[in-house]
């Protein structure tokens, strides 16, 4: 098993209202003997609803064994912000994660990597756990500039996370392959993934060492497998296919099943170390 767990976390962004987040937990529910997402050691799920639908994410997630989150903050604890949420506040609402600094909000609402730098500060001194998303565009990547966009996007995080090194995580998500069914193979994700891990080495050890670095775009039950069996990733950030039951609890599955064969491998090896 990866020994910094492994986390499977669904952006439902602008969709599931109250009623339909209810819905989605009694039928993610039916997905798993005893009602529940396995508690493999390690293995975590997250499901991170829009604002509205929180609450009932929260009473309906705890029942299912998933971790509730958001998908955004303001980095002011609180003001004069009209239509904006904290993180002090989606902490005492019961959040555990929050995914800062997705591609839509940065092409579509302008964020930069300076703001999303200041929201993950904000996130972890509120005890709200960043999930920061970096990611190229299809042009950036034609031109080979995936690895230096990339960089420059983890750079701007790497000194909060490392606050807290393990408490936060990394997202890489290349923007041509979120909602397209483009797919990065496992091998260039793990190029890149590797690369991250080197800057966070760069900062500290420890923080290498802890920080989950997950892969998100177009992930699906049936390309899960390969790219979690990847040594440096760590988890995915699954958008559309999180929206259905059995999509989520799919990928879930296939998280599990690497978990399990990966205890059963370690506890093979300790066996024989013992003799
Ligand atoms: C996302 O929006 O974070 C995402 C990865 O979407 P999808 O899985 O639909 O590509």
Redesign the pocket.
């Known amino acids: 098993m990866k020994h910094r767990g492994v986390l499977i976390a669904g952006?439902w962004?602008m969709n599931h209202g109250p009623a339909e987040t209810e819905r989605f937990f009694s039928a993610l529910a039916a997905q798993f003997p005893g009602g529940r997402v396995p508690s493999i050691e390690g293995l975590q799920a997250c499901i991170l609803p829009p604002a509205l639908s929180l609450q009932a994410a929260l009473i309906h997630g705890a029942q299912v064994g998933v971790q509730i989150g958001a998908q955004n903050v303001h980095w002011e604890k609180s003001g004069a912000f009209t239509g904006e949420i904290s993180s002090p506040m989606l902490k005492d609402a019961g959040a555990t994660w929050v995914i800062l600094g997705?591609s839509e909000r940065r092409q579509l609402f302008g964020e930069t990597d300076e703001g999303v730098a200041r929201k993950v500060t904000a996130a972890i001194a509120a005890g709200l756990r960043p999930i920061a998303c970096v990611g190229e565009t299809l042009e950036e990547r034609e031109v080979g500039m995936t690895l230096e966009v990339v960089e420059r996007q983890v750079r701007a995080v790497l000194a909060p996370l490392a606050k807290q090194p393990g408490f936060g995580a990394i997202a890489y998500?290349p923007i041509w392959?979120?909602?397209?069914g483009k797919v990065a193979s496992p091998a260039d994700a793990q190029e890149v993934h590797a690369m991250i891990r080197g800057l966070l080495e760069g900062q500290s050890e420890e923080l290498a060492e802890a920080t989950r670095i997950l892969y998100?775009?177009?992930?699906k039950g049936d390309n899960a497998e390969g790219l979690l069996s990847q040594d440096d990733i760590d988890g995915a950030?699954?958008?559309?296919?999180s929206l259905d039951a059995a999509g989520f609890s799919k990928i879930a599955a296939a998280a599990e099943k690497l978990a399990t064969m990966a205890a059963a491998a370690a506890g093979l090896a300790e066996r024989a170390e013992q003799g």
């Open positions: 952006n962004k997705h998500e392959a979120i909602g397209t998100g775009g177009s992930v950030l699954v958008g559309g296919a």
